[in-house]
Nanobody
Framework: QVQLVESGGGLVQAGVSLRLSCAAS?????????MGWFRQAPGKEREVVAA????????YYADSVKGRFTISRDNGKNTVYLQMNSLKAEDTAVYYC??????????????????WGQGTQVSVSS
C-alpha cells in the first residue's frame, strides 16, 4: 500500500506560478512506479495533466498544459512535483497525484493508476 499526499495548492491570480508536490509513503514502491498528475474541475471528468515514468526518462503532457507545466520526480525524496507556470483560469481544479505500476510505457488513463492522493485545490482568478 502506498499513501500519497499532495500539497502546494492555493488561490492565485492568472499568470503566476505554483508548484505542487506529492509525497509517497514508501520509497521502495515509489521509485519503481510511474507517477501522474490529474485534475478535475467542477462538473467535468477527471483528466490527465502530466505523467512521468519510473526512471524519469520520459514524460507526457496534455496539450492544454504543454509548455506551461513541468512534471519531475525525486526518488530520493519519494516526491513528484508539478511546476505550473502562466496559470490560467481554466486550470482551476482539484489536482490529484497517482501512482501506477506500469513500467513499459507512460500510463495516461485513470484506470491504469493504482494509488491516489486526496487532492489539492488550485484556484486561478482572472
Amino acid at each position: 500500500q502506498v499513501q500519497l499526499v499532495e500539497s502546494g495548492g492555493g488561490l492565485v491570480q492568472a499568470g503566476v506560478s505554483l508548484r505542487l508536490s506529492c509525497a509517497a509513503s514508501r520509497r521502495t514502491i515509489f521509485s519503481s512506479y510511474a507517477m501522474g498528475w490529474f485534475r478535475q474541475a467542477p462538473g467535468k471528468e477527471r483528466e490527465v495533466v502530466a505523467a512521468i515514468n519510473w526512471s524519469a526518462s520520459s514524460t507526457y503532457y496534455a496539450d492544454s498544459v504543454k509548455g506551461r507545466f513541468t512534471i519531475s520526480r525525486d526518488n530520493g525524496k519519494n516526491t513528484v512535483y508539478l511546476q505550473m507556470n502562466s496559470l490560467k483560469a481554466e486550470d482551476t481544479a482539484v489536482y490529484y497525484c497517482a501512482a501506477s505500476g506500469i513500467r513499459r510505457r507512460i500510463p495516461t488513463r485513470i484506470i491504469e493508476y493504482d494509488y491516489w492522493g486526496q487532492g489539492t485545490q488550485v484556484s486561478v482568478s482572472s
